[in-house]
Nanobody, 115 residues
């Protein structure tokens, strides 16, 4: 089993910054990718940023240039630095780990950006 614990969400004004972190534990081997998804009220969960085991990154077009994903393999953590936040970034953010064909999810952390 894999456990993912997120931290770092909160309330911030538009233009501000937040940093999300996710600590992975358990059967964390043969990982294909780690990343962050978000879900706003009434909307589907969407990919925000992903970092593969080969080091490549994918970002949603809406966050390119503002968000940066990084991973610390020594601590088994993945982080998301979010700058220039906008009200439309408001959502619950979920840490994701892909191992084989199985997705593992954290419990989610709320990010609220006020205008």
């Amino acid at each position: 089993q894999v456990q993912l614990v997120e931290s770092g969400g909160g309330l911030v004004q538009a233009g501000g910054s937040l940093r999300l972190s996710c600590a992975a534990s358990g059967s964390i081997f043969s990982i294909n990718a780690m990343g962050w998804y978000r879900q706003a009220p009434g909307k589907q969960r969407e990919l925000v940023a992903k970092l593969t085991s080969s080091g490549s990154t994918n970002y949603a077009d809406s966050v390119k240039g503002r968000f940066t994903i990084s991973r610390d393999n020594t601590k088994n953590t993945v982080s998301l630095q979010m700058n220039s936040l906008k009200p439309e970034d408001t959502a619950v953010y979920y840490c994701n780990l892909l191992r084989g064909a199985t997705h593992y999810w954290g419990q989610g952390t709320q990010v609220t950006v006020s205008s």
